[in-house]
């Protein structure tokens, strides 16, 4: 049975979701503030880090080697320089990143500030399902931003960086668009990470289930490849199987979860059943 949830009236579950909203603001707004205090250092060794040879990613495949045939070559020197061309860009850029980096943060925290507002309401069972999937679901956010940050964007920057329409046009590249770019490619790959989470909620819902995935298996195979060229608009195979790999083995686990899932339930309504009938 859910817990005390006939206790409080509708003021009292208001009143508790205010101080909710309250603690998750102030969190977040001391986050934002570390952040502000911490971002010339931030912005310098991992925001800038794709744009030199001293990335981690660069230094590790230099030493692979590479033909750039299917293996790029990444022991050529690189070193890209960011301008600003707007009087107000830096300034701007130094609180939107801030903000953006304290929801980085406060993830964590917000999910377990609106758990712990919504568990009373919720059955055992409930309690156990939910418990699980932001076990999961959690680190696999962060695992797409960290897919992003080291993989992701390092390919896509360094591409576009160098490629050229002709040798007469100079590369410059303003500082809004690094980091437009770069947030984007961040935080998409964080939510793409959470597509077994999504699978796991329409399957309770009864709108997706394992089978209907396998079924449309190979559509979402060249969904997926086109998906991976989109983000990372390479002529090499290597960087476009780096970023396929990834969404396909997402694919396959969001097949197991609904599957999973389905038996569940199925197992869960066959007991109800049994105890209504009894």
């Not at 934002?32 to 925001?47: D, L, Q, R, W």
């Not at 793409?192 to 089978?211: A, N, Q």
Request: aromatic share 16%; charged share 15%.
């Amino acid at each position: 049975m859910p817990e005390s949830e006939n206790e409080m009236s509708f003021w009292s579950h208001l009143e508790a979701l205010r101080w909710v909203l309250m603690r998750i603001i102030l969190v977040y707004l001391i986050l934002v503030g570390c952040c502000f205090a911490a971002m010339p250092h931030i912005f310098n060794s991992v925001i800038l880090g794709p744009t030199s040879s001293d990335f981690i990613l660069y230094q590790w495949l230099g030493s692979l080697g590479g033909d750039g045939t299917f293996f790029p070559d990444f022991s050529s020197p690189f070193k890209v320089d960011i301008i600003n061309v707007k009087l107000a860009s830096q300034f701007i850029t130094h609180i939107s990143t801030s903000f953006c980096l304290g929801f980085l943060l406060i993830f964590p925290y917000l999910i377990t500030e609106v758990w712990m507002f919504v568990r009373p309401a919720l059955y055992d069972n409930e309690k156990r399902s939910v418990m699980a999937l932001l076990a999961f679901g959690v680190p696999m956010f962060y695992l797409g931003c960290a897919t992003g940050y080291f993989i992701v964007f390092p390919f896509t920057f360094r591409f576009l960086a160098q490629y050229e329409l002709s040798a007469d046009i100079t590369n410059m590249i303003s500082l809004g668009s690094y980091i437009d770019n770069f947030l984007m490619l961040v935080f998409v790959m964080g939510i793409v990470f959470e597509l077994p989470f999504v699978t796991w909620i329409l399957s309770k819902m009864g709108l997706v289930t394992s089978g209907f995935l396998k079924k449309y298996r190979r559509q979402a195979v060249v969904t997926l490849l086109v998906l991976a060229a989109i983000i990372t608009p390479t002529g090499d195979p290597f960087t476009l199987m780096v970023v396929f790999v990834p969404l396909y083995v997402l694919y396959e686990l969001s097949i197991l979860l609904a599957r999973r899932k389905t038996s569940e339930d199925i197992t869960e309504d066959t007991t109800e059943d049994n105890l209504q009938s009894a």
